[in-house]
């Protein structure tokens, strides 16, 4: 019966030595396979929160997350646009049923949604505690000793020398330290290591993606955004009944809102006058006054295009502008029952434009009935001679104002909503002039429109301009922003910095002469490396140069035979084949 003697054979043991030089160049943890079968709720629940934290399950949920913000950009948001989401309703009856019960059409607050958002929260913090404690204590440490086969390592390079083996790895110590590596003497070798910024790029690039996904959390909820259109010489306060539009975040209240108004003085708008850009804006300004608090001093700004107003966490952004024409309207006699710049809406680039005023109180006509009064208008801000259409440039050089009459019941009392810039005409009648057609003008500033049968008069006064102004309240853009440059430049250090390994051993040889050996070991294959410890290799090799080859005839010649009986050769000094011998440096 014959024994069996277990124990590690010399591979094995070079293996483990080759593992434990290259351990620690990732603070990536280490995955175990769990033994399924013995698995209890304690190990299962390990299993899964290792799983979650594990780098593969956070790309999945950031690939996720972004396809689940696909619909968000294409379906109608009711947190966005009601109107649309109502419209889109009306349109499409068997799919709204199914987006509803999907939560589509408030996606970014759906459940779904807030699960992949929460679950890649919460894997990159269980990624980056264990990976940044253990970082921290391999700054702590030291690099590991040197291998005891240097061969074996991805780039390598040996030489002979007379220089003593302490002044060598003295020598190698020095210049290390001086390469800013992390070195020190571990026996009878120098260990080195240094792209340590590799790391902390790569826990920085997760840290800031945390720092972005709280800053796009905060500003959600807290937000708030809404437009209003200001006529020249108009103002507004930052109260939600001011807006012409209001919306916010589902944690926002009118508390938050920043307290300040300001005041339209005047709105400039300059064009390209000649050229292949005729018609082209060179400048859109709106100088505003504006004062913060209920007791602010008042200062004057100009807002422009991209150049927004800041007010506290409040921005004003300049977004749209066109032409309010001064109307005033008379009745039969005489008296003023309306006078007012009413906002017109642009339908081109040469903003020609169109609108209603619409006289709700006040009016009577000849004969002392009380009757509303609606006007279409339409306006030309440079009318030439047979385009009577549309408007030939975009600023006021030639503004004719076209006006359409009409009188009775406007349908403002009947309880349902409508808009300010369109003419309900199921209740209305045409005034007719002397021909019996219906009654149209073109007016030019100053000139007035007689109404039928003494009626009453339209008047075009002036026209001035309006802007449109987005006020934006989103906290957590500065964190946003900062987490953004902060990923980005962690990205690149951890994609463009390579952590590596050098080791240097000087040993008395058999003949007495000292030899050096020189490895290094990168944590992914580079050409960085080889060429790197060939740098230094020459650099040590110019204080520690090359000893003369021994003679063929002696015993201490590669090529002499051995003797009978001796053990056989060491064969660490045979360069491997992917060695990179340092440059002058005999191998």
Known sequence: M?????????????????????SQLSTAPREDLPNLPSLGVIGWARWFWRQLTSMRVALLLLLLLSLGAIPGSLIPQSGIDATKVADFRKAHTVLAPIYDKLG???VYSSV??????ILLFVSLIGCIIPRTWQFVGQLRGRPPGAPRRLTRLPAYTTWRTETEPEQVREAALVLLKKRRFRAHLSGDAVAAEKGYLREIGNLAFHIALIVLLTAFAWGQLYKSEGNKLIVEGDGFSNTTTQYDDFKSGNLFTTDDLVPFSFHLNKFTGTYEMNG???GTPRTYQAAVTYSQGAYGKGKKRLVKVNEPLSIGDAKVYLTAHGYAPLITVRDGKGNVVYRDAVPLLPLDSNVTSTGVVKVLDGYRNAQGVSEQLGISAFLLPTYTKGTETASTFPALLNPVLNLTPYHGDLGVNSGIPQSVYQLDKSHVKEFKDAKGQQLRANLKPGETMQLPNGAGSITYDTTKEWANFQIVQQPGTDWALAGSLVAIFGLAASLFIQRRRVWVRAVTGPDGITVVEMAGLGRSESAKVPEELGDLAGILYDQAPGAPEPEEDSPDHPDAEPDAGSPDQDDSTTPDP??????????
């Open 2 to 22: 014959s024994k069996t003697t277990t124990g590690t054979t010399p591979e094995r043991a070079e293996d483990a030595d080759l593992g434990a030089a290259g």
């Open 104 to 106: 589509l059409f408030h």
């Open 112 to 117: 779904w949604f807030s699960a992949i958002y």
């Open 276 to 278: 292949p850009n005729r």
């Open 578 to 587: 992917q060695v990179v011998p340092a440059e002058g440096a005999e191998k």
